[in-house]
């Protein structure tokens, strides 16, 4: 994750300025835009104030929603469904589009994004992780923020033995979050989850309010099945990084949590979204048990744009996601534009090639 002062987040909004500032991006667009995109969305709701939110990159705003459906509207983008979008991207031709995903099941891509969502028309995939429809999910990088916001220090030992974090000030907590969060990402999925309840715990933050506060259960979630621009998708059953777990665990995850929206909502899911959806946390493995379970198409979180050839794998499809720290419609407009993707797109299908050599 990268913060609002960081020399990442700097470097990529001078490089998104530049592509739609210069008009580069418009003139590349027909050129290395390909077929579409999928959209990637976590949590749609008002701005909220504070200094230290680190995951303000997984929340959008409704205003930025409307302004970006509506420009996108205007340059003659259609909306599709992920079903859709994969019927085209198997024909390998049609007008350019663009398909809107959120993961997780926040209640308020509900209350916030949906009314928008349907003022234009636009169909939308919810990718459920079951434990969260449960309501006893643990939304680890919640309780990992907010520890370290209510703390002056805390100890934990994260593989180099036991470790104290400054926390008093805006900048201390920053430091101490890019330290933790990443040695976090470093461990497996088990002792990940024993160090944030540590964390928590040593602040008298209790786990299970965020599942509750934030997320839709079965009832809520029933309520959507019918709406026919919604499309329901699995996401998991505990969100685990599945690259991280044992095969038949991973297996078992991508399995249970299609087979519990079935039982609960009466909807077969037919596509699925890798938790986290880096490198590190799906990769050939998991995308060939997607494809052994038959599911039709798994989307990963790797950036890019849809081409052609991405019909030949279409349990790892690529999909933009819509971060906080980037909320103005011009800078998704360059990244539709396919210009900033190219040298992955190059490095990934040379991986694919290898991959199939071997």
């Known amino acids: 994750m990268i913060g609002p002062r960081s020399l990442h987040y700097v470097t990529l909004q001078a490089g998104l300025e530049a592509l739609s500032l210069s008009g580069l991006a418009r003139w590349a667009t027909p050129r290395a835009g390909g ?111 907010a520890a370290i916001g209510r703390a002056v220090r805390l100890d934990i030992d994260l593989g180099r033995g036991r470790q104290s974090f400054d926390c008093r000030t805006a900048k201390a907590k920053w430091r101490s979050w890019s330290a933790i969060y990443w040695r976090l990402r470093a461990l497996d999925e088990a002792a990940l989850r024993a160090a944030v309840r540590d964390l928590a715990a040593q602040v008298g933050i209790e786990m299970a309010p965020f599942c509750r506060e934030l997320c839709l259960d079965w009832d809520e979630l029933a309520a959507l099945k019918d709406d026919p621009l919604v499309s329901i998708g699995a996401h998991s059953v505990t969100h685990a990084r599945l690259a991280k777990l044992p095969l038949a665990e991973a297996e078992a995850e991508m399995r249970t949590s299609r087979d519990l929206i079935e039982a609960r909502l009466g909807v077969r899911p037919t596509a699925f979204a890798y938790p986290v959806g880096d490198r590190g946390s799906a990769a050939e493995r998991e995308f060939m048990v997607a494809g052994a379970l038959g599911y039709s198409m798994a989307v990963t979180t790797r950036p890019g744009v849809l081409r052609a050839a991405d019909a030949q794998h279409p349990h790892s499809l690529p999909r933009l996601s819509l971060n906080g720290l980037f909320q103005r419609p011009r800078y998704i407009e360059a990244l539709l534009s396919g210009l900033p993707f190219l040298p992955l797109r190059a490095s990934r299908s040379a991986g694919r090639a290898s991959a199939s050599s071997e």
């Open 35 to 145: 077929l579409g995109a999928i959209l990637t969305v976590h949590h749609v709701r008002p701005a909220r104030p504070g200094g230290f939110r680190p995951n303000r990159i997984l929340e959008i705003t409704p205003e930025f929603l409307d302004k970006l459906l509506a420009r996108l509207a205007r340059t003659g983008v259609e909306f599709v469904s992920l079903e859709e979008a994969g019927r085209r991207l198997a024909a390998g031709t049609g007008r350019r589009f663009v398909c809107l995903t959120f993961d997780d099941g926040y209640r308020d891509n509900v209350v916030y994004a949906r009314p928008i969502l349907t003022r234009y028309g636009a169909p939308w995939t919810l990718f459920v992780t079951t434990d969260f429809a449960e309501q006893r999910g643990e939304l680890w990088w919640l309780a990992l923020e």
